[in-house]
Structures are given as C-alpha cells and as structure tokens.
C-alpha cells in the first residue's frame, strides 16, 4: 500500500516577532492528503489556512510535529533534498500565475523539467503536450500578455502537472478571474483530478468554490475544527 501524498501530525507553526514575541499561525494540526483527494481548506483572514499551505506545498517547515511528503520526513532533509522532492511530489497553482513575462507558454509550463535535467527537446515536448491537454494547443507559442486571464490560469495549471505530481496545490485559483473563466478553470482541476488521480488542494475564502470540492477542511485561529466529506 503507497504512503499517503501527504501526512501532517499535530504539527505547529510559530513566527518569532521582533521583541521575542511568538505568534503561534498553526496550533496542532493533523491531517492526511490521499492520492486522488478533492479537498478545500477554507477559513477567514488569519485562519492559518496560508500557513497551512505552505506546509503541505514544503515550502516551510514546522515547529513541532511531523510533516510527511511521499513518505518523507522533512524534518530529516537539507534544503536541497527538500527542494527535489517538492519538485517531485507537489505542483503549485497561484492566484496570480506567476509566469515569466516574456516567455512563451511552453517554456513557462517546461520549466519545472529543467530543475529534472530533461532535455530541451523532450521539454518541449512534454510541454506542448500538457498545454493541448488544457486546451491551449493553439496558443504555446504565445506570451502571458497575449493570453487572457483564464487562459494564463490554464498555463499555470499545465506547469504544475508537467512533473506529474501527487498533489495539485491551488492557492485562491479564481480569485483573479470572472465568472466564467473561474468556473472553467474549477472544471479543469476537476477533470484532472478524475483522470489522473493527481490529489488537488484547493485554498480559498469562496464557499462556492469550496462547495464543489468533495472534503471541506475548515480551519479557525489555528486549528482545524471541521474536516468533512
């Protein structure tokens, strides 16, 4: 039986203020992220759902408890073992894509592969091949600024799936799009997450969005206090 995607364990995060004041963001968190899953975390503003999810993306390290990635302990990695298994395990999608200006669709989704050592030709490849997977065969040559809101989304959604994660992390992944061109891009990691079987974490303030998502990990001042199906 393969290891959770991942696994948080009475995990807690503190930041250190000038003064010698702790502030304590997470206080005692656990849960577990299967392959496959469809959750939301939601909460209010300073809820530690951001937190929360840099924890899960590896992107920070706990004070306390455990924090598994495939298995792995990350307590027990430098930071450049770090850096490869989140390369490996965790794709990232953001509110405001974050894509490299002045560079097309394919090298903005073939970019996570250079940190793999893949060579510029199966780059491409691979790259191209995810882009019409999102429906944007028609646009790889085209750069951010040519793209519409939706369709930058769809290039940044490409990118976190070029390496094949195990878990699809989404940080407010609407928040910048209408109506419309957010409930696509729900539809998209929906499908995805079907076909696939890449384990999709989505992190909003919008129940709606939250709504569609198959678990709800509801947090407040800290803690996780409802984690429903």
Known sequence: MSAPAVEVADVTREYQLDGG???PALRGVSLTIEAGDYAAIVGPSGSGKSTLMHLLGGL???TSGRLLLGGRDVARLG??????LRNEVIGFVFQSFHLLAGTTAVDNVALPLIYRGVG???RRRRATEMLQRVGLGHR????PNQLSGGEQQRVAIARALVTEPAVLLADEPTGNLDSVAGAAVLA???ELNAERGVAVVLVTHDREVAARARRQIVMRDGVVVEDRA
Request: charged residues 40%; aromatic residues 0%; proline residues 5%.
């Open 21 to 23: 004041i702790r502030v």
């Open 60 to 62: 920070d390290r706990p």
């Open 79 to 84: 930071t450049a073992d770090l850096a490869r």
């Open 120 to 122: 510029r030709a199966a």
């Open 140 to 143: 790889v040559d085209h750069r």
């Open 188 to 190: 998209l990691l929906e």
